[in-house]
Each structure stands twice: as C-alpha cells, then as structure tokens.
C-alpha cells in the first residue's frame, strides 16, 4: 500500500506560478511511475503531466506543455508538478497518482485507470 499526499495548493492570479509537491509513504519510490491529474468543477479527472520510474521521461497534456514542469526526487520519495504562467482554466483538484512498475525506464502512463494510488488531492484556483 502507497500513501500519497499533495501540498502546495492556493489561489494565485493569473499569470501566477505555484509549486505542487507529492510524498509517497513507498520503500522503493524508484518502482513507482507517477502521474498528476486535475479535476475541475463538474468535469471528469483528466490527466496532466506523468513521468517515469527514473525520471528520464515525462508527458504532458497538451494545454499544458510549455507552463508546467513535472520532475522526482526519488532520494525524498517526492515528485513535483511546477506550474507556470497560470490561467483560470487551470483551476482544479489536483491529485497525485502512483503506480508500481518495474520495467521500462520510459513508461509513464497517462489514463486514469492505469494508476494504483491516488491522493486527497490539492484545490488550485486561478484568479482572472
């Protein structure tokens, strides 16, 4: 069993950046891809960024290529999602996402069902 918690939410303005942060409680992070996926008011959970066990390769969904940045610190079992030049679109439940996998260094899934663990999720609201 994986725990997963996200910090690093709030309201920022358009334009603004914020830094999301998620800790896995995994003896071997290293095994884990992991993912970031949003949820907005009366949408579906879509996929946002995700990147693989060693790092060396990340995805991202198309509105957000260019602005956010996902990377992992597999010392501090702890991946990041960097969010850059915010829009109000952006605004969501951001949650965190974990999966055991220990193959291929560059797989790094983006569907909802391929994940494992998930965590409580962390409110981002962007501010026109």
């Known amino acids: 069993q994986v725990q997963l918690v996200e910090f690093g939410g709030g309201l920022v303005q358009a334009g603004g950046s914020l830094r999301l942060s998620c800790a896995a409680s995994?003896?071997?992070?290293?095994?884990?891809?992991m993912g970031w996926f949003r949820q907005a008011p009366g949408k579906e959970r879509e996929f946002a960024a995700s990147?693989?066990?060693?790092?060396?390769?990340?995805y991202y969904e198309d509105s957000v290529k260019g602005r956010f940045t996902i990377s992992r610190d597999n010392a501090k079992n702890t991946v990041y999602l960097q969010m850059d030049s915010l829009k109000p679109e952006d605004t969501a439940v951001y949650y965190c996402?974990?999966?055991?996998?220990?193959?291929?260094?560059?797989?790094?899934?983006?569907?909802?069902?391929?994940?494992?663990?998930w965590g409580q999720g962390t409110q981002v609201t962007v501010s026109s």
């Open positions: 990147i693989s066990r060693n790092g060396g390769s990340t």
């Open positions: 995994a003896r071997t992070f290293s095994s884990y891809v």
């Open positions: 996402a974990a999966k055991y996998y220990s193959s291929s260094y560059a797989y790094a899934p983006t569907r909802v069902y391929e994940y494992d663990y």
